[in-house]
T-cell receptor
Framework: SQKIEQNSEALNIQEGKTATLTCNYT??????LQWYRQDPGRGPVFLLL?????KEKRKERLKVTFDTTLKQSLFHITASQPADSATYLC??????????FGTGTRLQVFP | ETGVTQSPTHLIKTRGQQVTLRCSSQ?????VSWYQQALGQGPQFIFQ???????GRGNFPPRFSGLQFPNYSSELNVNALELDDSALYLC?????????????FGSGTRLTVV
């Protein structure tokens, strides 16, 4: 069955550093991979979508890579700020598949 | 009006009761997906509605049912509530069933079953 794995432990980094979050998937060949941010008690907020034929995508301080050979996506936040502290969810999907999420990685950026 | 609106925001029910959760989709969106998120877990897909028809279902029992209305708003009904149904229920809207853009989520309904 399809499996999506994200770092289960929280990631703690210092303000100004680059945060890197990992999403691995198995038994799956997604056409897209999406990243969402979720704050406590709130719904996820869409951040970025990357297609299988794209190696990298950027949006302001965010960068996502998609390696279909390794079955892995990396999500980077450069010059991280305390306001970036949240849980980040990845969601690989097919073209008309329903969005299926990983368990998320909690990021804590401290001053 | 923009954004996805869910009601109520919080709800406490007794085991065995029935509950209805409501969702107004973002303007222009015709597809609604419902998710259940237990504490510390990622959202789990319940089902999706597209143009008033169910368009896929996750691994949830039949006591979880839904509706989509002509204005694309939606309801999630849960019968015979169990303690394990306590969770944050999220509604997400999108335009069509092809995933080429992100979903827009509501803030969720926190359901507590006692």
């Amino acid at each position: 069955s399809q499996k999506i794995e994200q770092n289960s432990e929280a990631l703690n980094i210092q303000e100004g550093k680059t945060a890197t979050l990992t999403c691995n998937y198995t038994n799956y060949s997604p056409a897209y991979l999406q990243w969402y941010r979720q704050d406590p008690g709130r719904g996820p907020v869409f951040l970025l979508l990357i297609r299988e034929n794209e190696k990298e995508k950027r949006k302001e301080r965010l960068k996502v890579t998609f390696d279909t050979t390794l079955k892995q996506s990396l999500f980077h936040i450069t010059a991280s700020q305390p306001a970036d502290s949240a849980t980040y969810l990845c969601a690989p999907s097919g073209n008309t598949d329903k969005l299926i999420f990983g368990t998320g990685t909690r990021l804590q950026v401290f001053p | 009006e923009t954004g996805v609106t869910q009601s109520p925001t919080h709800l406490i029910k007794t085991r065995g009761q029935q509950v209805t959760l409501r969702c107004s989709s973002q303007s222009g969106h015709n597809t609604v997906s419902w998710y259940q998120q237990a504490l510390g877990q990622g959202p789990q897909f319940i089902f999706q509605y597209y143009r008033e028809e169910e368009n896929g279902r996750g691994n949830f029992p039949p006591r979880f049912s839904g509706l989509q209305f002509p204005n694309y708003s939606s309801e999630l009904n849960v019968n015979a509530l169990e303690l394990d149904d306590s969770a944050l229920y999220l509604c997400a809207s999108s335009l069509g069933v092809r995933i080429s853009e992100g979903y827009t989520f509501g803030s969720g309904t926190r359901l507590t079953v006692v």
